[in-house]
Structure formats: structure tokens, C-alpha cells
């Protein structure tokens, strides 16, 4: 690509067509083409980038869990049993409610219009205009998925978008990894952090100092 630059100069028409195919944006798009190193090379083909960033983003837990030091034995299951013994939590089993079409109504009506849509390409702006009519069907699968202890499939499929940070764009480790999933899932998935959330602080389970992912606490 050096010498292909190098013999464009002065031909502003063929310089820019390498300067594209490097992955430079234009007016029309939205952003450059990713390029990564693939051993000694640089890939330009999305499908290989694709695949780069999915053998480097699968590994990340592994290994972070591979350099963390041994965990001491404080917290084995014997220590969490006597821990929560005087919180007489077998006197007060927690269990799944289902919803009504009522419930998911509000709920949609909090999504913010500004999250991405996942793999489906259902945007919150549909679920939103449509949220009168499918406020119920949408109430039936969840109690579906909540009477068979499952959740569906499709909605366990997330379109990752990997974000640069800082450093060369050439490298995988520069980016970091976003996952979008599907408005329906994160529907789900609010309703099913409610009830828990409700059951844990009405019984005082969490840790006091405990402030990640838990409203009010930051």
C-alpha cells in the first residue's frame, strides 16, 4: 500500500480510491472500515476481522481469571450459610411473579429512545408506538418464560460492536467489546431484575457497602 500511495501522487482520483480502500470514510459513511493484525499482516476483510475480534473478545475472561491470585476460602459455602443463618431466609422463598400487560406497558414507557436496537433491528421507537398492542403479547411470553424457567433463545443473541479506546486501531486489546441486545430481552431482563432486586432489599441480603448495579448506591 506504501508504493501504491507513493505511485497515486499527483492523481488525486486514484489516491483517494487507495486512501478508501485503506479504510478512510466519506461523506456518506458513517465511519472507517476496521483493519487488524492478523500475525505479520493487516486484514481488510471484515468476515477475518469478525472472527479476529471474536477469538480476542472470547479469551478476555479466561485470562483476566488466570491472573487473578488464589481466592482465600473465606467465602466457601460454609461461611455464606452461617452468614445469612439469622436472616431466616427458609421462612421466606423467593419466587417469580408473573406480569400483567399493564406492567410492561410502563415499563416500555421508560425505555430510552436513544438505545441501539440488537440483532433483530426492532427499535425502541417501534416498541414504543406500538407499546398499546403489544403490551400483551409481549406480557404472555414473559410469563411463558417465567413459568418454564426459561428464556428464549432469540433473545440471547447479542450484535457486538467493538469500541476503540486509545493506541493503535490495529489491535484487538484497543477495543472494548459492546454487546446490543434485543429490546424485548432487556424487557425481560428489567422485569426479572425488579422482582429480584425487591426480594434482596426487603430482606436486606446484600452487603451494605454494596454499591455497583443497585439504585441510589452510587
Known amino acids: 500500500f506504501e508504493n501504491k500511495l507513493t505511485e497515486n501522487i499527483g492523481k488525486p482520483k486514484e489516491l483517494w480510491k487507495t486512501l478508501k480502500s485503506l479504510g478512510l470514510p466519506n461523506k456518506s459513511s458513517s465511519g472507517a472500515n476496521i483493519c487488524l493484525k492478523n500475525g505479520d499482516k493487516i486484514s481488510f476483510d471484515s468476515k477475518e476481522n469478525a472472527n479476529l475480534f471474536m477469538r480476542f473478545f472470547s479469551s478476555l475472561a479466561k485470562d483476566l481469571f488466570l491472573k487473578q491470585p488464589e481466592a482465600p476460602m473465606r467465602f466457601g459455602k460454609e461461611y455464606l450459610y452461617s452468614y445469612y443463618e439469622n436472616f431466616n431466609l ?3 422463598n423467593f419466587s417469580f411473579s408473573e406480569v400483567s400487560s399493564e406492567n410492561v406497558l410502563d415499563i416500555i414507557k421508560d425505555l430510552d429512545l436513544s438505545k441501539a436496537s440488537g440483532i433483530d433491528d ?9 407499546a398499546p398492542i403489544l ?15 426459561s428464556f428464549p433463545d432469540d433473545c440471547k443473541i447479542s450484535k457486538l460492536k467493538p469500541l476503540f479506546k486509545k493506541g493503535s486501531k490495529t489491535d484487538p486489546k484497543n477495543y472494548r467489546p459492546i454487546s446490543l441486545l434485543s429490546i424485548v430481552s432487556k424487557l425481560i431482563e428489567k422485569i426479572i431484575h425488579d422482582q429480584t432486586e425487591n426480594y434482596l432489599s426487603e430482606n436486606r441480603v446484600l452487603f451494605n457497602f454494596q454499591s455497583g448495579f443497585r439504585k441510589n448506591y452510587s
Open 90 to 92: 427458609n421462612t421466606k
Open 135 to 149: 403490551a400483551l403479547p409481549i406480557s404472555q411470553i414473559f410469563n411463558l418464560s417465567i413459568k418454564l424457567s
Open 122 to 130: 426492532i427499535s425502541v421507537k417501534f416498541i414504543k408506538d406500538g
